[in-house]
C-alpha cells in the first residue's frame, strides 16, 4: 500500500502537545528544541538591499510612474476625443436642442463650482493676470470681502458667466474657435475665457459693490485714460489711451498688471500691495520695463 507524501517539515512539525515549550536557546541564536531540530530565528532590524535590488526597485518606481503619465496622457487624449464628437454633434444640431441644452446647463454647473472655489482660494486673480488681463481695483480688501461674502462672489461669477457665455458661443462654439488639437477640453476652454472676461466684469461687477474699506482709494481703470495722479517722471506722466496701449503692448506678459499700476502713477510700495509681491520684485519688474521703453524710443 503506498502511503502519501510526507516532506521531512511537516512530519517534525507534527509535534505531540506542549512540543513548543521545549524550545531553548541554542549556540548562536538559534531556537533549538528537545528533539534536536534548529528553528531559523527572525531578523530584527532593517534589511538592507544590495546595490542590483536598489537599482531594480528604482527601475521599477520609474516604469510605474511612467506608465502613470502615459495613462493620464491616454485618458485626456480620450476626453478630447470626446469632446470633438460631442462638438461635431452640437453643431450638426446648430448648438440648440435637448443635447445641448443638458450639455450647456452641465458645463455651468462646473463653471460656478469652479469660480467661487478660484475666488475663495484667490487663484482667479493671478489666472488672469497671467492671460495679461489683470482685474485692476481689486484690491487685498475686496479680494478678501469675495472670499468671505457668499452673496457678493455670487453676484459676480453669476455676471461673470452670463458674459463669458455669450462670447464662448459667439466666437468658441459658432464659429468653430475651439478644437479639440488646441489641448484643452471644452470645459477647460470655457474656463480660460471667463478668466479673459474677469477683469472688464470685475468693473461692472464694483458699481454694486463699491469698496468697503473708505479709506481707499479707487484704483485706476487702465482703459479708462487718465486718473489724476501726475508726476514728473516720464513713466507715470498722463499719457493718451493710443500711446498707453502701446506702451501696455511691451510689457511682460505676466507683470502686466504691475505695469498698469505703475502707468496710473501708484508708488512701488502701493503695487507691491495690490500685486501680492515684493517691493524689489516690483522694482525689478518697472526697472526691466524702462528699459524695454527707453530700446523702443519712448525717452
Known amino acids: 500500500m503506498s502511503l502519501p507524501y510526507e516532506s521531512p517539515t511537516s512530519s517534525m512539525?507534527?509535534?505531540?502537545?506542549?512540543?513548543?515549550?521545549?524550545?531553548?536557546?541554542?549556540s548562536g541564536d538559534a531556537m533549538v528544541a528537545e528533539d534536536g531540530v534548529e528553528e531559523v530565528p527572525q531578523v530584527a532590524g532593517d534589511v538592507s538591499l544590495p546595490p542590483a535590488a536598489e537599482g531594480g526597485l528604482?527601475?521599477?518606481?520609474?516604469?510605474?510612474?511612467?506608465?502613470?503619465?502615459?495613462?493620464?496622457?491616454?485618458?485626456?487624449?480620450?476626453?478630447?476625443?470626446?469632446?470633438?464628437?460631442?462638438?461635431?454633434?452640437?453643431?450638426?444640431?446648430?448648438?440648440?436642442?435637448?443635447?445641448?441644452?443638458?450639455?450647456?446647463?452641465?458645463?455651468?454647473?462646473?463653471?460656478?463650482?469652479?469660480?467661487?472655489?478660484?475666488?475663495?482660494?484667490?487663484?482667479?486673480?493671478?489666472?488672469?493676470?497671467?492671460?495679461?488681463?489683470?482685474?485692476?481695483?481689486?484690491?487685498?480688501?475686496?479680494?478678501?470681502?469675495?472670499?468671505?461674502?457668499q452673496?457678493?462672489?455670487?453676484?459676480?461669477?453669476?455676471?461673470?458667466?452670463?458674459?463669458?457665455?455669450?462670447?464662448?458661443?459667439?466666437?468658441?462654439?459658432?464659429?468653430?474657435?475651439?478644437?479639440?488639437?488646441?489641448?484643452?477640453?471644452?470645459?477647460?476652454?470655457?474656463?480660460?475665457?471667463?478668466?479673459?472676461?474677469?477683469?472688464?466684469?470685475?468693473?461692472?461687477?464694483r458699481k454694486n459693490y463699491p469698496d468697503p474699506d473708505p479709506a481707499r482709494r479707487p484704483l485706476p481703470d487702465p482703459d479708462a485714460g487718465s486718473h489724476g495722479r501726475r508726476s514728473e517722471r516720464p513713466d507715470t506722466a498722463i499719457i493718451d489711451q493710443a500711446e498707453k496701449d502701446a506702451m501696455l503692448a511691451l510689457a511682460p506678459a505676466g507683470s502686466r498688471d504691475v505695469v498698469v499700476y505703475r502707468l496710473d502713477g501708484y508708488s512701488h510700495a502701493e503695487i507691491a500691495e495690490l500685486t501680492n509681491r515684493t517691493e524689489r520684485a516690483v522694482e525689478g519688474v518697472i526697472h526691466r520695463y524702462r528699459k524695454t521703453l527707453e530700446r523702443h524710443g519712448y525717452f
Request: aromatic letters at 10%; charged letters at 20%; one cysteine or more.
Open 58 to 149: 528604482q527601475l521599477g518606481n520609474q516604469a510605474a510612474e511612467d506608465l502613470a503619465v502615459a495613462q493620464d496622457d491616454a485618458d485626456r487624449a480620450a476626453r478630447l476625443l470626446a469632446d470633438q464628437e460631442l462638438f461635431n454633434e452640437m453643431a450638426a444640431d446648430g448648438f440648440a436642442g435637448p443635447k445641448f441644452e443638458l450639455w450647456s446647463e452641465s458645463l455651468m454647473r462646473y463653471s460656478i463650482a469652479v469660480l467661487h472655489a478660484q475666488l475663495i482660494t484667490g487663484l482667479i486673480w493671478g489666472f488672469a493676470a497671467q492671460k495679461g488681463r489683470p482685474a485692476v481695483g481689486a484690491t487685498l480688501t475686496v479680494r478678501q470681502r469675495l472670499a468671505e461674502d
Open 151 to 205: 452673496e457678493a462672489r455670487q453676484d459676480l461669477v453669476h455676471l461673470l458667466l452670463a458674459q463669458t457665455w455669450k462670447r464662448f458661443y459667439d466666437h468658441a462654439l459658432q464659429e468653430s474657435q475651439w478644437t479639440a488639437d488646441g489641448g484643452a477640453s471644452l470645459q477647460t476652454y470655457f474656463i480660460g475665457a471667463a478668466h479673459l472676461q474677469l477683469s472688464t466684469t470685475f468693473r461692472e461687477w
Open 13 to 26: 512539525r507534527r509535534s505531540r502537545p506542549g512540543a513548543c515549550e521545549g524550545l531553548t536557546k541554542g
